[in-house]
T-cell receptor
């Protein structure tokens, strides 16, 4: 019974393509996040949604667009993929905005742009 | 200067040793401190959570926070090969919707 599930786990695609990553949580959490982890394991926030409302939008290219159809789902669509987009993308959720209860992370989507 | 600094390692110690992992931070607003463990090809999992200066113990793990020095530590006693992972410190403050992570320390416990 996975708490935060992401699909796909692996994604290999060519430069210029458009791709989506899906995330679902069954924890009843109000807040969901997208984080990017680079090759040096550094985790950096990209977006945060609280109950379907965007609350954090870090300095991320416009090619990245999150969508939250309901509070249990947060998808990430990426247009015109570039080599530098290769990374592991993690979805996470927390009970309340403010994250002082800690996050629950998904297992990640390893994106490779060739 | 990064808000959170963490020695990336790698760190290799023999089984049974005591491990000390550390982070320093510059933002005095941080008040909640976490340690995450990340196994290879997995997502980070919350290991310890503290919000005040002092020590918090959970089994073989002890989290230590020194707000005056802006320094946090994670100690692992009687280390096991299954503790081999990357350990990430993270911190935030009330009303802030994001965690700020350290760069992670890769730990290997040698049987």
């Amino acid at each position: 019974d996975t708490a935060v599930s992401q699909t796909p786990k692996y994604l290999v695609t060519q430069m210029g393509n458009d791709k989506s990553i899906k995330c679902e949580q069954n924890l009843g959490h109000d807040t969901m996040y997208w984080y990017k982890q680079d090759s040096k394991k550094f985790l950096k926030i990209m977006f945060s949604y609280n109950n379907k409302e965007l609350i954090i939008n870090e300095t991320v290219p416009n090619r990245f667009s999150p969508k939250s159809p309901d509070k249990a789902h947060l998808n990430l669509h990426i247009n015109s993929l570039e080599l530098g987009d290769s990374a592991v993308y993690f979805c996470a959720s927390s009970l309340v905005a403010g994250s002082n209860y800690g996050y629950t992370f998904g297992s990640g989507t390893r994106l490779t742009v060739v | 200067q990064k808000e959170v600094e963490q020695d990336p390692g790698p760190l290799s110690v023999p089984e049974g040793a005591i491990v000390s992992l550390n982070c320093t931070y510059s933002n005095s607003a941080f008040q909640y401190f976490m340690w995450y463990r990340q196994y290879s090809r997995k997502g980070p999992e919350l290991l310890m959570y503290t919000y005040s200066s002092g020590n918090k113990e959970d089994g073989r793990f002890t989290a230590q926070v020194d707000k005056s020095s802006k320094y946090i530590s994670l100690f692992i006693r009687d280390s096991q090969p299954s503790d081999s992972a990357t350990y990430l410190c993270a911190m935030t403050y009330f009303g802030n919707e994001k965690l700020t992570f350290g760069t992670g320390t890769r730990l290997t416990i040698i049987p």
